[in-house]
């Protein structure tokens, strides 16, 4: 069902335009106040760094739990994202506040580590407390065009998930076209995938709009056929609140307001939350606020 | 959970309409004996009192052209460029204006005249002032034959559907090659070329070398009759005819540029979800008030399921409403006689069974306005998919082969516009090169450009206007 033959060709001009298009969408007012609060509820905090430690990541921690004292109306971040190392940190600092915790497993970012050990990863990461997994596809396999390794792979991380959600990612800047994007998609999806993610953020490039939309419509075609319902993540990026409300406006017109909630839509990104904050600030004041307003973690 | 745009209108503060307009002629605004008021569309509140040329005040305003003709021609081409290109920049000064007075007085989204006929204009005044000291390469002339020429006073009637785009449509060419004219605007939007004869007026162009008179039909017919050299139309085919028939047997050019009932055509191997995008482009662009508009869906048997669900889905995430929100999608219908002529024809198409889908989305209570609207049974022998409804109105037809598609899109009495959807090159051009039609978009729809000539076969008319073709129509060749 998901050979390249029988899928529908993806035209990059088209696409261009009608990202270009959704681009303009001009979101103000209430609109844009309601916007920014939707989407710091969908962000994924992350902080996948060789230098991270338990201090930093309590930090984010906290900051996802509560983005803004000065502001008791703004929900909490849905997750933090952490490599496996510092999942049962992030566990203990998020313990009983709805954030979730995910975490990047199976030889993020490359995946180029054996199977077996891809695998005890996200068995160790679920154990210490992940409650979402967000894992690399092989590019490796996917470029070969071995989509059987690719899907018995995913279905193989699924399945040491538990019940913990899984997050694919596509890598979408090493797949080399859209028409591949799609493809990987529906590959992701018949997998197990409950959301699609388009990037680790360690790659030349991350979440474009043109990528963005183009996951979305196969997560509306594979919704059609299927009936079962599949989560969206754009990553990497994603870096200021007129690209996090692009993100909304993509969805909305894509897939419909029924997907604007964190169980189908997170942002994973880090540095956006300060946007979004000094941008919410904005609309509560009228006027602009200084970086310094908020603590950087 | 639901997440609406907050009304987010363009505005207008900055515009200053005069109460009322004059006459635009020999430089000077000056009165009429009549005036009429414009309204706009999404609101039918009145915008301004309009001048109405007689048929007196039209051959005035020929005589301030035929009076201006030899100075204009007689200045050297890179002198006409350089007040044609003062021109451009100065429709790109006023962009915003511009647009907005587009948008109050004809009904169409403020990103469509903010994005697309504001900067459309502009480009043709642009690129044809580049032609005018270079008409030697633009009209390749036999060494046997002499110089190129203008022609003279050309008279220029114009339609609703894109007015300033239009206006810019018929004078870049017309000055470029050194005629004077007499531009004779729509009377339900007049307004963007009176703010263009400011234009005129600031870039000091000389007194007559463009005369605006704004009117109803009888002085766009005064004007065809008249002492010109050359006539320029685009409207309607019925008034193409009238008007090809008034200047028979006379030595006076004639291009027409009328109507039309495109096919777009969707082959199975096409990319489905650009295509369905492309389609709506096609005919929901400025409520499909447009001549190419891509009115007739053809779709390969296969695939017309996938694409129909599609389009219908899509359709129900159109903005229609308020022309000046920067979301709108779907403006308002021009006019109330436009509106009465919809209606019309898609009453015969419920009649005859072409299956009418409409969104229903919620409309302003004053103002014309018309959803969006779908005829999934059409038939090519249904009235809707032979006449032109000039409104956001789609019929859908399926066919199996290649050769039935061109079979079903030549089988129009209009040949202005085609579109085709294939991800395949070799049988874009094939198909191509098959259709009896003046523009053939592929992979694509709608998209206009000054360097590409636009015009039609058959009933959508004839002559060129775009690019180098459409210099030729204003010259003449010595000798000829």
């Known amino acids: 069902m998901t050979s390249m033959r029988t899928l529908p060709h993806v035209d990059r001009v088209g696409v261009a335009e009608r990202v270009a298009a959704l681009g303009k969408r001009s979101i103000k007012g209430d609109a844009k106040r309601q916007g920014l609060l939707l989407a710091i509820s969908m962000l994924d905090l992350t902080t996948l760094e060789g230098a991270d430690t338990p201090g930093k990541v309590r930090q984010l921690a906290a900051k996802a739990v509560t983005p803004s004292p000065a502001y008791p109306e703004m929900p909490s971040c849905a997750a933090v994202c952490v490599y496996p190392a510092m999942v049962s940190v992030a566990r203990d600092a998020v313990a009983g506040t709805g954030v979730h915790v995910a975490s990047v497993a199976t030889g993020f970012p490359a995946g180029q580590t054996p199977l077996a050990t891809r695998l005890e990863e996200v068995r160790l990461a679920v154990a210490d407390g992940a409650d979402e997994i967000d894992m690399v596809i092989s590019r490796d396999a996917y470029l070969r065009g071995d989509d059987a390794v690719v899907r018995s792979e995913i279905e193989a991380v699924k399945d040491a998930c538990g019940d913990a959600h899984l997050k694919v990612i596509l890598e979408t800047v090493e797949l080399g076209s859209y028409d591949h994007v799609r493809h990987a998609s529906m590959l992701a999806m018949d997998a197990g995938a409950d959301f699609i993610k388009t990037s680790t953020g360690k790659a030349a490039e991350g979440a474009t709009p043109g990528v963005i939309l183009v996951m979305l419509e196969a997560i509306r075609d594979y919704v059609e056929r299927t009936g079962r319902v599949v989560g969206m993540k754009p990553a990497g990026g994603v870096s200021t609140s007129k690209a996090a409300l692009g993100v909304l406006v993509l969805v909305k017109e894509t897939l419909g307001d029924e997907w604007l909630t964190p169980d189908l839509l997170r942002i994973g990104a880090s540095s956006v939350l300060n946007d979004l904050l000094l941008q919410y600030a904005k609309t509560e004041s009228g006027r602009y606020g200084r970086a310094e307003d908020f603590s950087k973690e | ?480």
């Open chain 2, 1 to 480: 959970m639901r997440w609406d745009y907050s009304p987010a209108p363009e505005s207008t503060d900055h515009v200053r309409l005069r109460d009322r307009y004059g006459l635009f002629i020999g430089g000077e605004f000056v009165e009429a004996d009549a005036y009429a008021p414009t309204i706009n569309p999404a609101t039918e509140e009145p915008l301004a009192e309009i001048a109405q040329a007689s048929a007196a005040d039209v051959a005035r305003a020929v005589d301030a052209a035929r009076a201006a003709a030899p100075g204009w021609a007689a200045l050297s081409g890179l002198e006409r460029g350089k007040y044609v290109f003062r021109i451009a920049r100065l429709i790109q000064e006023r962009a915003r204006e511009l647009a907005i007075v587009e948008t109050l007085d004809g009904g169409k989204p403020i990103k469509e005249s903010r994005d697309i006929d504001i900067p459309l204009a502009a480009a043709h005044f642009f690129y044809y002032a580049g032609w005018a000291d270079k008409l030697a390469y633009g009209v390749p002339v036999p060494p046997a034959r002499g110089a190129v020429r203008p022609r003279g006073v050309v008279g220029q009637v114009i339609p609703w559907n894109f007015p300033l785009l239009m206006a810019a449509w018929k004078l870049a060419p017309a000055l470029a090659t050194g005629n004077t004219a007499v531009l004779k605007p729509a009377d339900t939007t007049p307004l963007t070329a009176l703010l263009l004869a400011e234009i005129l007026q600031e870039a000091e162009l000389p007194d007559g070398v463009v005369n605006i008179v704004p009117g109803d039909g009888s002085a766009g017919a005064a004007l065809v009759r008249g002492a010109v050299d050359k006539v320029a139309f685009t409207g309607s085919t019925a008034v193409g005819r009238d008007i090809q028939a008034a200047l028979a047997g006379r030595d006076v050019g004639l291009t027409l540029e009328l109507g039309g009932k495109s096919a777009n055509i969707v082959f199975e191997d096409a990319a489905l979800e650009q295509a369905v995008e492309g389609i709506v482009q096609g005919i929901f662009f400025n409520q499909g008030h447009v001549c190419c508009a891509g009115s007739r869906l053809l779709v390969q048997e296969s695939v017309a399921e996938q694409v129909v669900d599609r389009l219908w889905a899509r359709m129900q995430s159109l903005r229609v409403g308020d022309p000046l929100d920067k979301n709108t999608d779907v403006g308002a219908i021009n006019s109330a006689a436009q509106l009465s002529r919809i209606g019309e024809l898609v009453a015969a198409g419920v009649e005859e069974g072409a299956g009418l889908r409409q969104v229903s989305c919620s409309l302003p209570d004053r103002g014309f306005w018309f959803a969006p609207a779908l005829f999934t049974e059409a038939s090519p022998a249904h009235r809707v998919s032979r006449e032109e409804i000039f409104g956001p109105v789609l019929t859908v037809t399926t066919f199996r082969t290649h050769a039935e598609a061109v079979e079903k899109a030549n089988n129009s009495p209009y040949g202005l516009a085609a579109g085709i959807w294939t991800d395949k090159g070799s049988k874009a051009f094939e198909v191509a090169a098959q259709l009896r039609s003046g523009v053939v978009w592929q992979n694509t729809y709608n998209h206009f450009d000054p360097t590409a000539a636009f015009g039609g076969f058959k009933e959508s008319g004839f002559g060129r206007e775009g690019g180098a073709a459409g210099l030729r129509p204003y010259v003449k060749v010595e000798g000829e």
